[in-house]
């Protein structure tokens, strides 16, 4: 197999910037929406959830077209960003970040929210009576033992934002060297003569970057439970 070429290099370099930009947007989000799902009890609630995982069933050039339709220039949020505050978030690379956190938001939210389930509430309950409020409760029990589920839902985020096509090219188009992530590299190729190859090499990478993310979040989760038990 020939070695990678400047394009399928850049589009590499660029999925794992976005996807490392997208978790790290979703991340606080994540685990608010996560403790709120797990813990709280008001009207609307499901409501909430089902908009939280929309993503999950809805096709993903729908999500793409409702991104550009709301952060568009002449979207409804677009708008106001770019003509107060100069932000451009259509046919950027900063856009492919959103439309990778949008898609991967509810595998983070739902592997944070079992972990958040599995916290004894007696457990916060035992340190507020000792004194401590609900914010340092958070802080201090819930939060740590939540942690494995955090590393779960973060690295399911980061592989999903790696493999993300139909909301991306629908909300950033496929730009070489803006918005051309490693799934618009391999579709790219894959509509010109001669292109098998290079599909095939990117291919690989998606199967190997993909399996290593799971196997990391096994691995460490692992990790994580022993120190806790030690």
Known sequence: MQGLTPMEWEAIGLSLKVSGLAVAVSLPAGIAAAWILSRCRFPGKGLLDGIIHLPLVLPPVVTGYLLLVCLGKNGIVGHFLFQYLGITLAFTWKG????????????????????ADAVDPGMEQAARTLGAGRVRVFFTVTLPLMVPGIITGVILAFARSLGEFGATITFVSNIQGETQTLPLALYSLTQVPNGEAGALRLCIISVVLAMTALVFSEWL??????????
């Not at 492919?96 to 972990?115: C, D, N, T």
């Open 221 to 230: 989760a692992k990790r994580f439970a022993a120190f806790m038990k030690g």
């Open 96 to 115: 492919a970040a959103v439309a990778a956190a949008v898609m991967a938001f509810p595998l983070l939210v739902r592997a944070v929210r079992l972990s």
